[in-house]
């Protein structure tokens, strides 16, 4: 009945986000967003709220007020309200209400740079969020010789540069223009977008000067109001999405929500997700900041007994500690069961962290939110080649409990599983501690890549230790026939030439004759043609130098002759090495013969588990 009464007459403010590399202006471009043209505290201007910052269509008209001299806008919607946490959290799925939290975001380009890493990680996840996006194509004034034109339309600023400072702009852009379309994607400057239906439209801004501010504004409220309305068509059911948990003093611990749709009332019983299962409480009250938004203290939050959506607020009720972020907030209402909420929640829940699948070993992940969670999980999975496993998952800080689960993998004999990597999330003292003692790695940032970066340096770290401690024990097959007429020391260390008779043989090769269980020593060094070589393949003649501390006294022609074939030495442990470690450096004639050997040696096959354990850890490698 409530879908059923939405009308196109009445539009709730579409919910914004700004997303896009570091240092690309994002908080630069929403403060000036925020500052155009209003001034502090005046009535009716902008209002700071929980997560959120509120931008009423009286403000909408006054910002665009020069650009509409020559374009059109009528704002239908109750105004804009721009998420302050630009990023991951912002899209995660309301599921069961088939949408997400943000309606349209501004992902912005540094035009200097063009795309970056963090923007092409943004821009995929907008893709598989089906998200609709306008471009901030942003730093214009930073073109040589810019005139700067404070908060002027795009094109009459344009129009007021040099042959010169247009000529790198247009160049700039069409490098920008030309990097999306490697991307994929269609793009054109916004007046000059013909289907915007299937072209991104590029905005050029100046978060410095201002220049395109009103152009931005005017086209994500346009976009809303063409091509959103169906999805911000007002419904008087409550759609609440949990940005933060939050621990207050005096108040206790709070959610930040943003409310997208119907009303929250004081005393409301309302259900929401945790790692543990669904949490039911009820609200003991509704916060928001006072207008002056400078104001931060705790005491000055005003408290109201019921409020609509759209709006960012923060939610007070018992028992929040363990609420997840980025998880939808259900109300249960006076016709429906508290159970039946539950069980949905479970269901949602459930379905939410099948996607959030986990290996049987890998590293241990930690998200602010759901959908930093998320979004980390994608890109380990899909994103990173070879793909890095995770074994544990969890939103919010790292605690003392988290860095023990991860030291299993110490003791696993897995030091590069023994790590945690922490999106965007902060680490108790008492987990660094611990970390610290027990050897386990905590990585942090809030930046997918710079985890993916730290944790694949020390994953190479180790692998290049092991890689080392492996070359010590690897043995490449082959056999050796001495050249009796070059034989130049029959003692220890043993100088002869040889022919090689099948497989590599390398310095550091155990030779030893098999039918007297005679070990002859390890080669020291090989030449070829009076210069030192590492390996003397298949068909060869070489001398070589073999020593034998262990038995100095072998001696040619008392122990063994040029009748009896030299064998390298291989055994299990040898064979595991190179297969783990060196295996695109065995030829498949070596694989063979490494068959044959295993057999006249009597080396036993692999244990299947130990098999499986270093396929999957040479697979991560």
Not at 79 to 101: A, K, Q, Y
Not at 326 to 333: A, R, T
Not at 513 to 532: A, E, F, M, T, Y
């Amino acid at each position: 009945a409530a879908m059923a009464a939405r009308s196109p007459e009445a539009l709730r403010c579409p919910i914004t986000v700004i997303m896009g590399h570091v240092d690309t202006g994002k908080t630069k471009l929403l403060d000036k967003i925020r500052r155009t043209s209003v001034q502090e505290g005046e009535v009716g201007g902008i209002t700071q709220q929980i997560g959120a910052t509120y931008f009423p269509p009286s403000v909408l008209l006054q910002q665009t007020e020069r650009l509409r001299e020559t374009a059109e806008l009528n704002v239908a919607v109750e105004g804009l309200l721009v998420i302050d946490t630009p990023g991951h959290e912002s899209f995660t799925n309301l599921r069961n209400r088939g949408s997400t939290l943000c309606d349209v975001a501004i992902l912005v380009i540094d035009l200097m740079h063009g795309l970056e890493q963090q923007t092409i990680e943004s821009l995929n996840m907008l893709r598989r969020k089906k998200a609709p996006f306008v471009v901030a194509l942003n730093k214009v004034d930073r073109c040589y010789g810019w005139k700067v034109c404070p908060d002027a339309p795009i094109r009459d600023a344009l129009a007021e540069q040099d042959e010169n400072t247009r000529g790198e702009f247009d160049d700039r852009t069409a490098r920008a223009i030309l990097q999306l379309n490697e991307q994929g994607l269609n793009a054109a400057l916004y007046w000059e977008n013909e289907s915007p239906e299937d072209t991104i439209s590029l905005v050029p801004t100046s978060a410095h000067s201002g220049e395109g501010v009103q152009d931005l504004i005017w086209n994500v409220v346009n976009m809303a109001q063409t091509d959103l309305v169906e999805k911000i068509m007002k419904v008087d059911i409550v759609q609440c999405t949990t940005l933060e948990v939050k621990v207050m003093e005096g108040i206790g611990t709070t959610v930040d929500v943003v409310l997208v749709n119907g009303e929250l009332k004081v005393g409301d019983t309302i259900v929401l997700s945790s790692m543990d299962g669904p949490i039911v409480t009820q609200i003991r009250a509704l916060l928001t900041p006072p207008p002056n938004r400078e104001l931060r203290i705790k005491t000055d939050y005003i408290h109201h007994e019921s409020i609509r959506g759209a709006i960012g607020l923060k939610i007070a009720a018992p028992g929040l500690e363990k609420a997840v972020a980025g998880s939808p907030v259900f109300v249960v209402g006076p016709e429906d069961e508290e159970e039946d909420i539950m069980d949905e929640m479970r269901v949602d829940f459930a379905d939410i962290m099948k996607h959030v699948s986990r290996d049987s070993t890998g590293v241990t992940v930690h998200a602010s939110t759901l959908g930093a969670l998320e979004a980390l999980l994608q890109f380990l999975r899909e994103e990173t080649q070879p793909p890095i496993p995770v074994a544990t998952v969890n939103i919010g800080p790292v605690h003392r409990r988290d860095v023990i689960r991860a030291n299993l993998a110490n003791e696993r004999g897995q030091p590069e599983f023994a790590t945690i990597l922490a999106f965007d999330t902060r680490v108790d003292a008492d987990a660094q501690e611990m970390a610290a003692e027990l050897n386990v790695r905590i990585f942090t940032a809030d930046i997918i890549y710079h985890l993916l970066d730290a944790f694949t340096r020390f994953y190479g770290e180790i692998e290049e230790r092991r890689r080392e401690e492996a070359s010590r024990v690897a043995v490449w097959p082959c056999l050796v026939k001495i050249l009796p007429q070059h034989v130049f020391n029959q003692r220890d260390p043993i100088v002869c030439g040889v022919e090689i008779m099948d497989g590599t043989l390398r310095v550091g090769t155990p030779l030893c004759v098999p039918s007297s269980s005679l070990d002859v020593g390890r080669v020291v060094s090989i030449q070829n043609n009076h210069k030192d070589v590492q390996r003397a393949r298949k068909g060869q003649s070489v001398a070589i130098k073999i020593s034998n501390e262990s038995n100095p006294g072998i001696t040619y022609g008392r122990h063994f002759s040029h009748e009896n074939t030299l064998y390298s030495k291989i055994s299990r442990e040898s064979i595991d090495a190179l297969k783990n470690y060196f295996k695109s450096e065995v030829s498949r004639e070596e694989w063979g013969l490494l068959v044959k050997l295993k057999k006249v040696f009597g080396v036993p096959e692999a244990a299947p588990g130990a098999e499986r354990r270093e396929r999957d850890r040479a697979d991560h490698a």
